[in-house]
T-cell receptor
Protein backbone atom coordinates (compact mmCIF):
# COMPACT_ATOMS: atom_id res chain seq x y z
CA UNK A 1 0.00 0.00 0.00
CA UNK A 2 0.92 3.63 -0.24
CA UNK A 3 1.16 4.20 3.50
CA UNK A 4 1.38 2.44 6.83
CA UNK A 5 -1.85 0.64 7.55
CA UNK A 6 -3.05 -0.25 11.05
CA UNK A 7 -5.99 -2.32 12.19
CA UNK A 8 -8.27 -2.19 13.96
CA UNK A 9 -8.59 1.58 14.15
CA UNK A 10 -10.65 1.28 17.31
CA UNK A 11 -10.76 -1.52 19.85
CA UNK A 12 -12.74 -1.74 23.05
CA UNK A 13 -11.70 -4.52 25.41
CA UNK A 14 -12.86 -5.61 28.80
CA UNK A 15 -10.21 -5.67 31.48
CA UNK A 16 -8.42 -8.99 31.35
CA UNK A 17 -8.98 -9.65 27.65
CA UNK A 18 -6.15 -10.17 25.21
CA UNK A 19 -5.87 -7.89 22.17
CA UNK A 20 -3.84 -7.97 18.97
CA UNK A 21 -3.04 -4.90 16.91
CA UNK A 22 -1.77 -5.22 13.36
CA UNK A 23 0.60 -3.02 11.39
CA UNK A 24 1.29 -3.29 7.67
CA UNK A 25 4.30 -1.06 6.87
CA UNK A 26 5.23 0.59 3.63
CA UNK A 27 6.49 -2.03 1.20
CA UNK A 28 10.28 -2.34 1.31
CA UNK A 29 10.71 -0.55 4.62
CA UNK A 30 13.23 -2.38 6.75
CA UNK A 31 12.60 -0.68 10.08
CA UNK A 32 9.35 -0.84 12.04
CA UNK A 33 8.51 0.89 15.29
CA UNK A 34 5.66 0.74 17.79
CA UNK A 35 4.80 3.75 19.94
CA UNK A 36 2.19 4.24 22.65
CA UNK A 37 0.45 7.60 22.88
CA UNK A 38 -1.59 8.26 25.99
CA UNK A 39 -4.23 10.98 25.95
CA UNK A 40 -2.62 14.41 25.85
CA UNK A 41 0.90 13.02 25.68
CA UNK A 42 3.57 12.55 23.07
CA UNK A 43 4.28 9.13 21.59
CA UNK A 44 6.40 6.88 23.80
CA UNK A 45 8.70 4.29 22.22
CA UNK A 46 7.75 0.66 22.76
CA UNK A 47 9.82 -1.51 20.44
CA UNK A 48 11.80 -1.60 17.18
CA UNK A 49 12.36 -4.18 14.46
CA UNK A 50 14.88 -4.35 11.69
CA UNK A 51 13.41 -6.86 9.27
CA UNK A 52 12.27 -9.74 11.50
CA UNK A 53 14.77 -9.04 14.27
CA UNK A 54 13.49 -7.23 17.34
CA UNK A 55 16.48 -5.05 18.16
CA UNK A 56 15.05 -2.99 20.99
CA UNK A 57 12.13 -3.75 23.26
CA UNK A 58 13.18 -1.52 26.10
CA UNK A 59 9.97 0.50 25.99
CA UNK A 60 7.53 -2.36 26.49
CA UNK A 61 5.89 -1.53 29.84
CA UNK A 62 5.45 -5.09 31.10
CA UNK A 63 5.71 -8.71 30.11
CA UNK A 64 2.05 -8.53 29.09
CA UNK A 65 3.19 -6.71 25.96
CA UNK A 66 4.63 -8.73 23.11
CA UNK A 67 5.47 -7.78 19.52
CA UNK A 68 6.48 -9.85 16.53
CA UNK A 69 7.33 -9.43 12.87
CA UNK A 70 7.96 -13.00 11.74
CA UNK A 71 8.53 -12.41 8.03
CA UNK A 72 9.99 -8.94 8.22
CA UNK A 73 6.86 -7.23 6.95
CA UNK A 74 3.57 -7.20 8.88
CA UNK A 75 3.90 -6.77 12.64
CA UNK A 76 1.53 -7.58 15.48
CA UNK A 77 1.51 -6.00 18.92
CA UNK A 78 -0.19 -8.24 21.44
CA UNK A 79 -1.33 -7.17 24.87
CA UNK A 80 -2.34 -9.89 27.29
CA UNK A 81 -4.70 -9.47 30.24
CA UNK A 82 -5.39 -5.84 29.38
CA UNK A 83 -5.57 -3.27 32.16
CA UNK A 84 -7.19 0.16 32.18
CA UNK A 85 -3.79 1.84 32.07
CA UNK A 86 -3.22 0.20 28.67
CA UNK A 87 -5.84 2.51 27.15
CA UNK A 88 -4.00 4.58 24.56
CA UNK A 89 -3.41 5.02 20.87
CA UNK A 90 -0.84 2.58 19.54
CA UNK A 91 1.11 4.01 16.62
CA UNK A 92 3.11 2.02 14.14
CA UNK A 93 5.80 3.63 12.00
CA UNK A 94 8.18 2.38 9.36
CA UNK A 95 11.28 3.68 7.66
CA UNK A 96 13.72 2.66 4.97
CA UNK A 97 16.25 1.70 7.60
CA UNK A 98 19.21 2.29 5.32
CA UNK A 99 22.50 2.79 7.14
CA UNK A 100 23.05 6.52 7.48
CA UNK A 101 19.40 7.30 6.92
CA UNK A 102 18.39 10.38 8.83
CA UNK A 103 15.41 8.65 10.27
CA UNK A 104 12.21 9.91 8.74
CA UNK A 105 9.45 7.75 10.14
CA UNK A 106 6.17 7.24 8.31
CA UNK A 107 3.31 6.76 10.74
CA UNK A 108 0.03 4.93 10.48
CA UNK A 109 -3.19 6.43 11.81
CA UNK A 110 -2.98 4.39 14.97
CA UNK A 111 -5.13 1.90 16.82
CA UNK A 112 -7.10 3.41 19.68
CA UNK A 113 -7.49 0.91 22.52
CA UNK A 114 -10.01 1.51 25.27
CA UNK A 115 -10.01 -0.91 28.19
CA UNK A 116 -13.16 -0.90 30.29
CA UNK B 1 20.27 9.97 26.44
CA UNK B 2 18.20 12.36 24.39
CA UNK B 3 15.13 14.38 25.36
CA UNK B 4 13.10 17.34 24.19
CA UNK B 5 11.06 19.88 26.10
CA UNK B 6 8.21 21.73 24.45
CA UNK B 7 7.32 24.96 26.20
CA UNK B 8 3.60 25.60 26.18
CA UNK B 9 1.12 22.77 25.84
CA UNK B 10 -1.38 25.13 24.21
CA UNK B 11 -0.70 28.08 21.91
CA UNK B 12 -3.35 30.30 20.34
CA UNK B 13 -2.64 32.77 17.55
CA UNK B 14 -4.83 34.87 15.31
CA UNK B 15 -5.16 33.97 11.66
CA UNK B 16 -2.39 35.78 9.78
CA UNK B 17 -0.19 36.19 12.86
CA UNK B 18 3.24 34.69 13.49
CA UNK B 19 3.35 31.12 14.79
CA UNK B 20 6.15 30.28 17.22
CA UNK B 21 6.32 26.84 18.87
CA UNK B 22 9.24 26.27 21.20
CA UNK B 23 11.42 23.18 21.53
CA UNK B 24 14.61 22.70 23.54
CA UNK B 25 16.62 19.51 23.33
CA UNK B 26 19.13 17.61 25.36
CA UNK B 27 21.50 15.24 23.65
CA UNK B 28 24.85 13.69 24.45
CA UNK B 29 25.67 13.40 20.75
CA UNK B 30 25.01 15.69 17.79
CA UNK B 31 21.28 15.36 17.36
CA UNK B 32 18.91 14.91 14.52
CA UNK B 33 15.82 17.01 15.23
CA UNK B 34 12.33 16.76 13.83
CA UNK B 35 8.97 18.47 13.92
CA UNK B 36 5.89 16.35 13.31
CA UNK B 37 2.26 17.48 13.01
CA UNK B 38 -0.77 15.43 14.04
CA UNK B 39 -4.28 16.27 12.87
CA UNK B 40 -7.24 14.83 14.80
CA UNK B 41 -7.55 11.06 14.50
CA UNK B 42 -4.59 10.87 12.16
CA UNK B 43 -1.02 9.69 12.40
CA UNK B 44 2.00 11.94 12.63
CA UNK B 45 3.30 13.66 9.51
CA UNK B 46 6.82 15.00 9.14
CA UNK B 47 7.00 18.80 8.83
CA UNK B 48 10.77 19.18 8.69
CA UNK B 49 14.03 17.77 9.98
CA UNK B 50 17.51 18.98 10.91
CA UNK B 51 20.36 16.64 10.07
CA UNK B 52 23.48 18.79 10.61
CA UNK B 53 23.42 20.51 7.25
CA UNK B 54 21.91 24.02 7.11
CA UNK B 55 20.83 25.37 10.49
CA UNK B 56 17.71 26.98 9.02
CA UNK B 57 15.42 24.24 7.81
CA UNK B 58 12.40 24.79 5.62
CA UNK B 59 9.53 22.35 5.70
CA UNK B 60 6.10 21.82 4.29
CA UNK B 61 3.14 24.21 4.57
CA UNK B 62 5.38 27.26 5.02
CA UNK B 63 6.95 26.15 8.31
CA UNK B 64 10.60 26.52 9.15
CA UNK B 65 12.86 25.91 12.14
CA UNK B 66 16.29 27.11 13.17
CA UNK B 67 18.81 24.92 14.97
CA UNK B 68 20.68 26.94 17.61
CA UNK B 69 23.33 24.86 19.30
CA UNK B 70 24.26 27.60 21.79
CA UNK B 71 20.65 27.68 23.01
CA UNK B 72 19.95 23.96 22.47
CA UNK B 73 16.80 25.04 20.69
CA UNK B 74 14.90 24.09 17.57
CA UNK B 75 11.87 26.41 17.53
CA UNK B 76 9.22 26.09 14.81
CA UNK B 77 7.90 29.22 13.09
CA UNK B 78 5.50 30.25 10.37
CA UNK B 79 5.13 33.91 9.34
CA UNK B 80 1.37 33.86 8.82
CA UNK B 81 -0.99 31.38 10.47
CA UNK B 82 -3.76 29.74 8.50
CA UNK B 83 -6.85 28.06 9.86
CA UNK B 84 -5.62 24.75 8.47
CA UNK B 85 -2.57 24.92 10.76
CA UNK B 86 -4.71 24.02 13.78
CA UNK B 87 -3.25 20.72 15.01
CA UNK B 88 -0.92 19.13 17.57
CA UNK B 89 2.80 19.65 16.96
CA UNK B 90 5.54 17.39 18.29
CA UNK B 91 9.25 18.02 18.47
CA UNK B 92 11.47 14.92 18.43
CA UNK B 93 15.16 14.08 18.73
CA UNK B 94 17.18 11.07 17.68
CA UNK B 95 20.77 10.00 17.03
CA UNK B 96 19.48 7.77 14.23
CA UNK B 97 16.00 6.24 13.76
CA UNK B 98 14.62 5.83 17.28
CA UNK B 99 12.78 9.07 18.01
CA UNK B 100 12.12 10.58 21.43
CA UNK B 101 9.13 12.92 21.34
CA UNK B 102 8.14 15.90 23.38
CA UNK B 103 4.73 16.17 25.01
CA UNK B 104 3.31 18.24 22.18
CA UNK B 105 1.86 21.71 21.65
CA UNK B 106 -1.73 22.14 20.57
CA UNK B 107 -2.01 25.07 18.17
CA UNK B 108 -5.35 26.89 17.95
CA UNK B 109 -5.99 29.48 15.26
CA UNK B 110 -8.36 32.33 16.12
CA UNK B 111 -10.39 33.59 13.14
Amino acid sequence: GAGVSQSPRYKVAKRGQDVALRCDPISGHVSLFWYQQALGQGPEFLTYFQNEAQLDKSGLPSDRFFAERPEGSVSTLKIQRTQQEDSAVYLCASSLGIRGDTGELFFGEGSRLTVL
Amino acid sequence: AQSVTQLGSHVSVSEGALVLLRCNYSSSVPPYLFWYVQYPNQGLQLLLKYTSAATLVKGINGFEAEFKKSETSFHLTKPSAHMSDAAEYFCAVSPYEKLTFGTGTRLTIIP
